[in-house]
T-cell receptor, first 115, second 116 residues
Framework: DAGVTQSPTHLIKTRGQHVTLRCSPI?????VSWYQQVLGQGPQFIFQ???????GRGNFPDRFSARQFPNYSSELNVNALLLGDSALYLC??????????????FGPGTRLTVL | AQTVTQSQPEMSVQEAETVTLSCTYD???????LFWYKQPPSRQMILVIR??????QNATENRFSVNFQKAAKSFSLKISDSQLGDAAMYFC?????????????FGDGTTLTVKP
């Protein structure tokens, strides 16, 4: 079975531009979470979506938005890119919203570089 | 807010030896879960081991075991019989119970080098 997939693998943008990152969860998984991992730091929670609804949001500005589609895939959008948005963006899927012990499976990430 | 601290940015171990990675966390919650994740150079993060706070028994997964000290808010990972494939960045993570499964708080990681 395919794991969590993300596209693109790498992306280079300039300040002020907009970017869309995509994630396909493991088949049957209904929950998708997004994390930002700045070089040298641990992942920071951005969003969680379950059944197409936002179920959690981290401490990120409104420039960050996401959505989940009927097939449970997800997009992360970032507007008005800043240099500080350069990071590895990780997507993680899990079978359900609860229980809390549900295992998260991570994708390989999208490396975003903002120049 | 919960915080997770990994005080060892880098660790190294000789192949076949044992190494312990440290993690401390801060929370006012009594019910939560703790995790160790491994992120190899290929970047795909995988779950190594999980501990439920209500369980006194330390979790074990083959060569990986934890030392969970709830009162001290400490959660260390012991890797026995280290292998070259264990070389990776290791992240300690916290998740509050009775919350959505996706919201985990991670430490900044420990880079583990395994010497042949």
């Amino acid at each position: 079975d395919a794991g969590v997939t993300q596209s693109p693998t790498h992306l280079i943008k300039t300040r002020g531009q907009h970017v869309t990152l995509r994630c396909s969860p493991i088949s049957g998984h209904k929950s998708v979470s997004w994390y930002q991992q700045v070089l040298g730091q641990g992942p920071q929670f951005i969003f969680q979506y379950y059944e197409k609804e936002e179920r959690g949001r981290g401490n990120f500005p409104d420039r960050f938005s996401a959505r989940q589609f009927p097939n449970y895939s997800s997009e992360l959008n970032v507007n008005a890119l800043l240099l500080g948005d350069s990071a590895l963006y990780l997507c993680a899927s899990s079978l359900a919203l609860h229980p809390s012990t549900d295992t998260q499976y991570f994708g390989p990430g999208t490396r975003l570089t903002v120049l | 807010a919960q915080t997770v601290t990994q005080s060892q940015p880098e660790m190294s171990v000789q192949e076949a030896e044992t190494v312990t990675l440290s993690c401390t966390y801060d929370t006012s919650e009594s019910d939560y879960y703790l995790f160790w994740y491994k992120q190899p150079p290929s970047r795909q993060m995988i779950l190594v081991i999980r501990q439920e706070a209500y369980k006194q028994q330390n979790a074990t997964e083959n060569r990986f075991s934890v030392n969970f000290q709830k009162a001290a808010k400490s959660f260390s990972l012991k890797i026995s019989d280290s292998q070259l494939g264990d070389a990776a960045m290791y992240f300690c993570a916290y998740r509050r119970a009775n919350t959505n499964a996706g919201k985990s708080t991670f430490g900044d990681g420990t880079t583990l080098t395994v010497k042949p």
